[in-house]
């Protein structure tokens, strides 16, 4: 039997940049195992232009990739959600919707480069190490053994990827 593909949600505040990013990546580098979509609790109805570029000049998918809010995907009709991982601090600090299907959720926080300031190479290298920071999150994920951890052992190994390098909340505890 192969393995289920899994939908993953990233949600960030304004759903312009982090979350693009981390959507676009999972969806490259998951391998055909895992679909991912992003959100925002206040999303900005655009996606960051340097988020766009930067994904473009390192060969990741842009096609589809739209600021949206979180509500699309609490419906009826939207997809189950196998994972949700916060990827900015404010994000993972405020209600949710209800979730379909009991996702198993963590936060992944790194800080916002559509925030940065600076020359504009300064405000690139922020686009740049974030994508760094994800695609390192994304790689420590798709090798998790998803199908045969207990649900205590995969939160901990998901909150444990989130204090990776880079973290804006490397000193959360696990809950």
């Known amino acids: 039997m192969s393995e289920p593909i899994y939908n993953v949600l990233f949600l960030c505040t304004g759903n312009s940049a982090r979350s693009i990013i981390a959507e ?3 969806n490259k580098d998951g391998e055909g195992r895992f679909r991912a979509f992003s959100a925002g609790s206040q999303p900005k109805g655009a996606v960051h232009p340097m ?8 060969h990741y998918p842009t096609e589809g990739l739209r600021s949206k809010s979180w509500d699309e995907f609490a419906g009826p009709d ?6 949700i991982f916060t990827v900015c601090d404010n994000a993972a600090g405020e209600a949710c919707p209800f979730w379909p299907g009991q996702p198993v959720s ?7 480069p559509a925030a940065a300031q600076g020359t504009k190479p300064e405000q690139v290298m922020a686009f740049i190490e974030t994508l760094r920071y994800v695609r390192t999150r994304v790689g420590l994920f798709k090798e998790l053994p998803v199908t045969t951890l ?3 052992s995969l939160t901990k190994h998901l909150y444990e990827i989130g204090r990776s390098e880079g973290s804006t909340s490397a000193k959360r505890e696990v809950v």
């Open 106 to 112: 963590a936060h992944w926080g790194i800080a916002d």
């Open 78 to 83: 939207a997809p189950k959600m196998d994972f």
């Open 150 to 152: 207990d649900a205590a």
């Open 51 to 58: 988020a766009l570029d930067l994904l473009r000049n390192y």
């Open 24 to 26: 676009s990546v999972l």
